[in-house]
């Protein structure tokens, strides 16, 4: 980290259990300002959990949590005024419209006249004409709209959005990410959870993988996609050939008689080529699969299981 | 300050919006309370000297409806905004335990009076001329202020401590229902056989009742600094006890 950029978040030593399920064991991470970063991990890892300590919605029973260096429990006023949570259920309040949830929401965060950011948001969100009718009226994806509007009222500049497109229709999900991104290119920091990984891969700079509570690895996308990942050759061989002994250590199995190989690299295509032709193989069949994040994470996954 | 207020604003809306089961349903419950009470009784029983049993009945009656509606106010919505999961939205922001228990026990209040008031309104033409004896508006107001506030810092308690409605309408038929019950609203303690009216006695509610009756009629069965001085003892308590379990974010922050 350098001076220029400060701390968004940081995360040290937090642990939390429910009981005896110890949903948090230790995490340590640090987010830097204007990062758009991602944390992945399968159901139960505690990722809303890790969210829940940074917002107050959770108290850690060790560690501990800042946001830009306002702490979470000490200084909670002034550390939740920094950060804006779209939570991961689809809450809403019935008695409201959407605009007095907005007016509402702006409140408690001390603004009074907010009415032309609200606009702006609505607009963003494409709920302009939506503004006064009842959220019990809206749709699912409208609804997650609205909250993702509540956490914007205050305009923080740390946004943590847990699992947002839960549930949101494609051209939906275009929309809101988009808007994201434009926040982030205007500064803000974004924490982003999600089940989707190709959208993890498209947004976030750097990613953390939680597992049973830890983070199993903490890296850039680019890095994690390099380690984890690589290019996927499948290949099928005439008559059923073995493959050659010089490329089996690249093999990852074979299914229905197509050969899997991992390459660490484009150029290692190359040296696969050559020696199937030195082998005397002729090839029937051949795909090239760039690098992806759902194969990255199976095998972090995988190799934690282990 | 704008966080306090924006709360209060919300909680009050709550009512408000719906202000038809939150107010008119009480109003008529309890005319009709009157209505079938007097009916039957007044003939047959004299409480005071002097006052009869239908102007008795309706101080009871107004303060009752104070005191159920501001309890139910804000357990209620504590619970609705839990069980739906919006309660979020006000965990979210910097709002301080101290106002956000503030807002949810003046909204509650605030319900309690204007139902209270609607029950008078409606009530008060039942009672015969100068049924009244010596009105003091500010002991009216300072027991239905208080016994609101009690009751609506209660529903605090009910409303972070419950998970389930029905849990909820446990503590409201086990707890608050023969508190108010038996507290002096039909009646006067010293009607009741000895060792009820040594149980009266313990019974918070009854000093709210009692005092609240004493600015309408300047009698009552205790003095009404006695019933005072219970009153606000028990608002200090029953705060003391919300404002600790919202500090500690007891089931509404893990
Ligand atoms: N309030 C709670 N009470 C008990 N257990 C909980 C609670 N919240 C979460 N858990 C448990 O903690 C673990 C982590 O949950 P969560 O943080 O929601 O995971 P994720 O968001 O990664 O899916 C899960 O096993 C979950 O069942
Ligand atoms: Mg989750």
New interface residues.
Partial sequence: MTNAVGVAVSIQQVEKRYGALQALAGVSLDIPEGEFFGLLGPNGAGKTTLISCL?????PDAGRLTVLGRDVVAD???A??L?G?V?Q?L??????TVR?TLR?????????DNDAWIDEILANLDLADKADTNMRRLSGGMKRRVLVA?ALVHKPPVIVLDEPTAGVDVELRQGLWQFVRRLNAEGHTIILTTHYLEEAEALCSRIAMLQHGRVVVLDSTANLLRDFSGHALSLRLADGAALPEALVPLSAGQVDGVWQLRLPDFSAVERVLAALREAGIAIEGMRLSPPDLEEAFVRVMQRGRS | ???F???L??EL??FW??SFQTVAAPVVTALLYLLIFSHVLDEQVQVYESVRYTAFLIPGLVMMSVLQNAFANSSSSLIQ?KV???I?????????YLEFFLAYVLAAATRGLVVGAGVLAVTVWFAPAGAFGTVTPLWILAFALLGGAIMGALGVVAGIWADKFDQLAAFQNFLIMPLTMLSGVFYSIHSLPGFWQRVSQFNPVFYMIDGFRYGFFGTSDVSPLVSLAVVTAAFVVVSAFSLALLRR?YKL??
């Fill in positions: 917002a107050g919605l959770a108290r909670y006023r002034e939740r005024r950060l949570v939570p259920e809450v809403f309040d019935p008695f409201f007095e509402i929401q702006s409140g408690y965060f001390g603004i009074r509540q | 300050m704008v966080s207020r924006t709360l604003w919300k809306l709550r919006k719906v905004a739906t999961g919006s979020v939205f006000v965990l979210l922001p910097p709002i301080s974010g922050r893990n």
